[in-house]
């Protein structure tokens, strides 16, 4: 692995615009070469708990709020006053 799950997230996000999420799995494959992004994906669901946990990210799914990553599920980012923006 090139970086971290946490770093690989917040990096994406950071390029996308205000109100864009990423999927776990561009985390995984910016953190993975190959195949290998699958097996990284432990990793990458623990580092957005963390995130999560933090209030650094927020968690959706189709367009809806999650309070916790469960099922499938989007990430995005948290504005520099620390509130979701509306979606």
């Known amino acids: 692995m090139t970086a971290s799950a946490r770093d690989a997230a917040l990096a994406l996000l950071a390029a996308r615009t205000q109100g864009a999420t990423v999927c776990p799995s561009e985390v995984a494959r910016a953190i993975a070469p190959g195949e290998a992004w699958r ?34 599920y ?11 923006p509306s979606m």
């Open 39 to 72: 097996a990284a994906m432990p990793n990458v669901h623990a580092a957005v708990d963390r995130l999560n946990a933090d209030g650094l990210v927020r968690l959706s799914w189709k367009g809806k709020a999650l309070p916790q990553r469960s099922g499938p």
């Open 74 to 84: 989007r990430i995005g980012r948290v504005d520099s006053y620390g509130k979701i």
